[in-house]
């Protein structure tokens, strides 16, 4: 079904098409969008939506810098660990986390096809979404039929509300409970149907924000663990919800993928901002432009809360500024499944990148992403970012997130891999300390370090992968495979079908024209007609690759 890949350096068309792109990718993963489905919703802020804060927690710069005239002082990592301890001091008292007991966003619905259910995975677990014809509601069950354990993502959507599994077509309602058996003997099925063993086993799920977001552990509606699930908030982009930022929020649509590296190497990653010019060389910033960057800890390192740093980047002219008008970037973590990453502008316009994850299986992890622009008080886009008002196709924006993520990618896949060489193992009672096998000698690793020191103290080494899922995968030493676009994002997103359908039909019309235009008119304009047609047959085949695969290699992005 995959397209022929083209070759691994860069194709000069696509560089050109990079090119075009780059302004719009630029200062995000990815682009923002006015064809938005996603609509800001105001309901008042649940109180137990809000990050756990640190009572009294004042905000503390981690490193004095020295006098203006003085260079900056680099801190070292010991200076890092001494401050992070205290909070590990903490983190080893205080109450473990738990992955099975939280909401992850697991799809985006509006890029769902609503008739085939979809396989996914969860803290290594199969399971199956799927959308009731009746209500209209999603629904997430375990992916495999109680019968003879078929899986159930293979099965069919029926009119009557049910998932019919394909095998043997037993059919379950929208809480898991078995409503037919068509092979039993008369007068047997209603008492064979209604046995707890006959259930399909479902999880909580809710629809927020325009995400489907699923517990990490089973629960049949009227559980126990359906209760819990309905008394904690999933962490949703708390200013979407805000009302008082009414008619200032812009949100974007949401941008899927999976990605071949672990949901730790993922959060590592959009915790450090000093990768950001160098990695993204060409679409952010410069490589050869390195700076030091240090932190302001604006809250404390918690179990259930997360971290945040304010980040201090740039001249100590420039920092001053931002401190002094508290306009400096900060990320945060809120675990188990957001980074956040915001920019303040005068007069209270915002910039902010909402980075999710889930831990998918191991070696993988399912991010969904978005960008939100909030309006400054007076009503208009802070200065700059107009240009993220610009209309961008829902397709463009999905495919062209490969230029700023395959950056990455590359190193977070074989990263995992070289740290599990060496011992560290990043899951529930794995061994390995993180920080004794990497070399974090400067302050610009700081959010790496808490990340990993808060997978290490409050969630024991890390994800409790379910028993019996399957092992990390193998270093994939081909890299050319990893930049599969089709098999981890195109072929679940009927926004990117739809577009690459109609793509395919432009392009063989525009083929079948030039031919036509070649055989049927003579001299300059069978030449020109029929040329600048194919021509713009064969760009459009550049752009259907990039639905299927988009290479990308440092070495030639100069
Ligand atoms: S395996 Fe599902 S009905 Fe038999
Ligand atoms: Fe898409």
């Known amino acids: 079904e995959a397209e022929p890949a083209p070759s691994l350096a860069m194709p000069r068309i696509t560089q050109w098409l990079a090119v075009l792109c780059a302004c719009i990718a630029a200062a995000s993963a990815f682009s923002p969008s006015l064809n938005s489905p996603l609509k800001p919703q105001f309901s008042s802020c649940r109180k137990s939506q809000c990050v756990p804060s640190s009572p009294g927690y004042p905000g503390r710069s981690l490193f004095a810098r020295s006098t203006s005239k003085s260079p900056l002082r680099m801190s070292t990592m010991e200076n890092v660990d001494g401050v992070v301890d205290e909070e590990v001091e903490r983190m080893k008292k205080s109450s473990k986390f738990d992955f099975t007991k939280q909401w992850y966003p697991l799809a985006v619905p509006a890029f769902l096809d609503h008739k085939k259910p979809q396989a996914v995975q969860l803290l290594g677990r199969d399971l199956v979404i799927w959308r009731d014809t009746v209500e209209g509601k999603w629904h997430v069950f375990d992916d495999a039929c109680p019968h003879r354990l078929a899986p159930l993502s293979e099965g069919r959507v029926e009119e009557d509300g049910t998932l019919l599994c394909a095998y043997h077509a037993w059919r379950f309602d929208t809480s898991g409970k078995c409503t037919s058996m068509p092979h039993a003997m008369a007068g047997t099925e209603q008492q ?9 086993i479902s999880y909580p799920s809710q629809e927020r924000q325009g995400l489907l977001w699923v517990w990490g552990s089973p629960g049949a509606p009227g559980s126990d663990a359906a209760l819990e699930a309905a008394l904690k908030e999933p962490s949703v982009i708390p200013e979407l919800d805000d009302p008082a930022l009414e008619g200032r929020v812009r949100a974007y649509h949401w941008n899927i993928r999976d990605m071949p590296y672990g949901w730790d190497y993922f959060n590592e990653n959009v915790l450090d901002p000093a990768h950001v010019a160098v990695s993204h060389h060409g679409l952010v910033g410069s490589r050869y432009d390195g700076q030091p960057v240090s932190y302001d800890q ?261």
């Open 192 to 200: 064979l149907t209604s046995t707890p063993p006959s259930c399909a």
């Open 298 to 558: 604006s809250r404390a390192l918690t179990a259930e809360g997360g971290f945040a740093l304010k980040i201090k980047f740039g001249s100590e002219e420039k920092i001053a500024e931002q401190q002094k008008t508290g306009l400096m970037p900060e990320m945060e973590f809120v675990p188990p499944a957001r980074v956040t990453q915001r920019n303040t502008f005068k007069g209270g316009g915002q910039m902010i990148l909402a980075l999710y994850s889930a831990p998918t299986r191991p070696g993988w992890v399912r991010h969904i992403g978005c960008n939100i622009i909030i309006k400054g008080e007076d009503g208009k886009v802070p200065d700059g970012l107009a240009f993220f008002s610009i209309s961008m196709p829902m397709w463009l924006s999905h495919i062209t997130a490969s230029l700023f993520l395959h950056m990455d990618m590359v190193f977070l896949h074989h990263q995992e891999k070289i740290l599990a060489a060496r011992g560290y193992k990043n899951e529930k009672g794995g061994k390995g300390d993180y920080n004794e096998i990497v070399h974090t000698p400067t302050e610009q690793d700081l959010g790496v370090t808490m990340f990993r020191k808060w997978l290490q103290y409050s969630c024991e080494g890390g994800v409790p992968w379910a028993p019996g899922s399957e092992e990390m995968p193998p270093r994939e030493r081909n890299n050319d495979q990893l930049f599969d676009v089709y098999h981890t994002h195109t072929k679940n997103c009927k926004v990117c079908q739809t577009a690459l359908k109609n793509f395919k039909r432009a392009r063989f019309t525009l083929f079948a024209a030039a031919f036509a235009v070649a055989a049927f008119f003579k001299g300059v304009t069978a030449l020109v007609g029929g040329g600048l047609l194919a021509l713009s047959g064969l760009l459009l085949g550049k752009i259907i690759n990039m639905f299927y695969h988009y290479p990308f290699q440092h070495a030639y992005n100069d």
